[in-house]
Nanobody
Framework: QVQLVESGGGSVQPGSSLTLSCAASGFSTFYYGLAWFREAPGKEREAVSCITPTGSPDYADSVKGRFTTSRDTAKNMVYLQMNSLKPEDTAVYYC????????????????WGEGTLVTVSS
């Protein structure tokens, strides 16, 4: 049974940091691009980051310089380190996997987690 399970969300103040983790099971992430998406209230789900099977990351302009994604293929894990958080980062964050590549499109992903909520508020 394929599963992606996110953890690490929470409620923090602006300027704080959080690290999200995503544990994959039921398949090997070795050949998969691993992405993070987010969905804010009333908005469409958008791509935040993706890291290719070979470890090359890409980021949305809105998080470049603040967020860092990494992967541990041996552990079937992907991470999102989020620094200098802003209220506009408030969203449900989803982990997703795409076979062989990275993409920014929801429809391109093969597997999804159920999400973890990040709230940034003073």
């Amino acid at each position: 049974q394929v599963q992606l399970v996110e953890s690490g969300g929470g409620s923090v103040q602006p300027g704080s940091s959080l690290t999200l983790s995503c544990a994959a099971s039921g398949f090997s992430t070795f050949y998969y691009g691993l992405a993070w998406f987010r969905e804010a209230p009333g908005k469409e789900r958008e791509a935040v980051s993706c890291i290719t099977p070979t470890g090359s990351p890409d980021y949305a302009d809105s998080v470049k310089g603040r967020f860092t994604t990494s992967r541990d293929t041996a552990k079937n894990m992907v991470y999102l380190q989020m620094n200098s958080l802003k209220p506009e980062d408030t969203a449900v964050y989803y982990c997703a996997a795409m076979y062989r590549y990275c993409a920014k499109y929801v429809s391109s992903m093969n597997y999804w987690g159920e999400g973890t909520l990040v709230t940034v508020s003073s």
